[in-house]
């Protein structure tokens, strides 16, 4: 199997994860099951739509593969029926979805350089498509998002992508590259999940206006 | 009149009646006029915009048509002056919301079907049509949309689409299809109205994170 | 120095003005230093790059500028190390933000202008280039937006790029125009912040659903 095969193995795997994480976060809010469905197709292909809709890139991954919709729809329903088992799945979904993120990352900083994009759009395309649609979630359950204030998720994929992009300059071949900054990535996020690790915050109560 | 006319008259009546539902939205979070005039264009133009950039349709309606913007924002406005006796028009603005639903899910439809797209896709324009409107006023109220939890909005959407797309492979006349899809919507909408029907709510209270 | 070389200073004085403030409001939700940055960026540059994504205008301007990312982004987290000093700052922030307030403004109804849009869709990307990126930052901290309820914001937009427009009709130069809109515009926003004008607000307590 080559890298690209393995790669659309690992983003199915990873919009599958992020449609049933949104959908716990859907039933935390008591959606219906209309509401669950739409979330998981939301938070798993929001990032991509936005970065395309950015970058103009058309047709969007989802009309060109209508399947998708099907298939993170169909798994936030599934989750569902097993959410009283989700607790024991706690890790698994915690590593799914920080494998989810390098995955996403990696996949928009490629798509970014196939338009000929410069080093920072290919970053900020790569953290875009990796956690966009985790910000279109909780903007939808009303929460202020997750993204600005949880343990390094921003920075994994900023440093995952970082990574891909500089490593373009050496002789590394790429798919040893791909492999190495999502492994990078992937290490330092659940590393910040072990110990807790976060960026420092910025604190601040008087009102401007 | 041809259909096509009826069915523009009927948008017409629908982008009114959305402006002023999302007119007494703003009231309840005591915006000014600007906000109230802002918010009943959005709610009412807001579905059709985003279906359009998903899909790479310009220009988009108001903006080949700019009169929508005087149109939506002038009855958010007239509905600040009428604000006392929306209480007896309860039923009535109810009423044109299903009408709404419906026939912007048609429209929507139609236009995913002129650009060639797949089933699912027209299905998902119709819905993304009729719906985003009202997500996009809920989300400016920094409210849980109504959609992911209200009786069988975005289920009469897919109904509706799902009718009129499958009736496209019988030999029914094309005109006669869209009544009968709008129709059954229509009707499915306001007995959920009348006998509090919705999908079953996905309940969920354990922390992922 | 001509014109569009002062138009240009100024947004990047603009630009930089919002970035901090976002910063500000970032700090008010306990957001890390990634979230600081990136609230910096959006809502420093989102007002445009959602004016051109609803007129199909690529690429948007970070897009091909992607040191305005650096800039806006550097900005917002410069405003950590100087937040102690903010309060004493406050005029001057309130002052510099009504600046880009008038400057996105012209901008955005320069661009629409050059698109060869009607007058109405002309004012309202002038209004979509200065008010939403706020809308933005406001959504991003779960707030209902302070455009919708706030002392003339979106009002001298409007006022601003009116005259812009109307005036292009008299004979008055194109460089005498702009600097006249904008100065109306700037007083009018000052004012309102000196003697606490705002729009009348709509009030409304029932519920329709």
């Given amino acids: 199997m080559d ?3 393995l790669l ?3 983003y199915l795997v ?3 994860a992020e449609a049933m994480t949104a959908a716990l976060a859907a039933g935390r809010r008591q ?3 209309v509401g669950v469905y739409l979330l998981g197709c939301i938070t798993a292909l929001g990032g991509g739509s936005v970065r395309d809709v950015l970058l103009n890139r058309y047709p969007l991954s989802w009309v060109e593969h209508p399947i998708y919709l ?3 729809g169909g798994a936030a329903l599934a989750t569902i029926a097993i959410a009283r088992h989700m607790r024991h799945l706690r890790r698994l979904f915690l590593f799914l979805d920080a494998v989810g993120l390098v995955v996403f990352t990696v996949i928009g900083c490629n798509i970014a350089m196939g338009l000929g994009m410069p080093v920072i759009i290919v970053v900020a395309a790569g953290m875009i498509t990796g956690c966009v649609g985790g910000v279109l979630r909780d903007i939808l359950c009303a929460d202020v998002p997750l993204l600005f204030r ?3 998720y921003a920075t994994v994929s900023i440093v995952t992508g970082g990574i891909y992009v500089a490593g373009q300059q050496t002789g590394i071949p790429h ?4 492999g190495l900054a999502m ?3 992937l290490a330092l996020r659940l590393l910040a999940l072990r110990f807790g690790w976060s960026m420092p915050k910025f604190v601040y109560t008087d009102q401007l206006h």
């Fill in 3 to 5: 890298s690209a095969a």
């Fill in 8 to 10: 659309h193995i690992l």
């Fill in 14 to 16: 990873a919009i599958v």
């Fill in 31 to 33: 959606m219906d099951w």
């Fill in 70 to 72: 099907v298939l993170t």
């Fill in 150 to 152: 949880a343990e390094l």
């Fill in 175 to 178: 798919e040893v590259l791909m």
């Fill in 183 to 185: 492994a990078t990535g």
